[in-house]
């Protein structure tokens, strides 16, 4: 059986404010690929584009084309004042979304990238450990 290379992805340049960081490295999940800071996942990139719908639900935008970032609701309001153009993502609403459709998503990305990797608390969660198998 012949295997599928894997997905290459054209949005990795956001990860670069990352690189200074010896803590930080990446993981494929979702189909996406996964930023890790300081032990938390901070940033997960999608590249789906014209994938509107989800489980009979559709929505005007592509919901998996863009930068899906972990965070918890309390923070949600400040971080949209502060960062415009990101909204809660509409599968996962607990993690707020950057579409790769917003006019200013290259500078947004950026900016993003950067209070991450500073130190912003307000991005990230802790990854649940896996239960072992018994």
């Given at each position: 059986?012949?295997?599928?290379?894997?997905?290459?992805?054209?949005t990795?340049?956001?990860?670069?404010?990352?690189?200074?960081?010896?803590?930080?490295?990446?993981?494929?999940?979702?189909?996406?690929?996964s930023?890790?800071?300081?032990?938390?996942?901070v940033?997960?990139?999608?590249?789906?584009?014209?994938?509107?719908?989800?489980?009979?639900?559709?929505?005007?935008?592509?919901?998996?084309?863009g930068?899906m970032?972990?965070?918890?609701?309390?923070?949600?309001?400040?971080?949209?004042?502060?960062?415009?153009g990101?909204?809660?993502?509409?599968?996962?609403?607990?993690?707020?979304?950057?579409?790769?459709?917003?006019?200013?998503?290259?500078?947004?990305a950026?900016?993003?990238?950067?209070?991450?990797?500073?130190?912003?608390?307000?991005?990230?969660?802790?990854?649940?450990?896996?239960?072992?198998?018994?």
């Amino acid at each position: 059986m012949k295997r599928k290379p894997p997905k290459e992805f054209f949005t990795t340049w956001i990860f670069e404010a990352f690189d200074r960081d010896p803590d930080f490295f990446q993981k494929r999940m979702f189909g996406g690929l996964s930023a890790y800071l300081r032990g938390r996942m901070v940033m997960v990139l999608v590249e789906d584009p014209g994938e509107k719908s989800y489980r009979g639900k559709s929505w005007k935008f592509d919901i998996w084309d863009g930068i899906m970032l972990p965070t918890e609701k309390m923070y949600h309001e400040a971080l949209q004042k502060e960062f415009p153009g990101l909204i809660p993502h509409p599968v996962l609403g607990k993690w707020l979304y950057l579409p790769a459709r917003d006019e200013n998503f290259e500078t947004r990305a950026r900016e993003v990238a950067e209070a991450i990797a500073a130190g912003d608390l307000r991005f990230g969660i802790e990854p649940k450990m896996k239960k072992s198998k018994k």
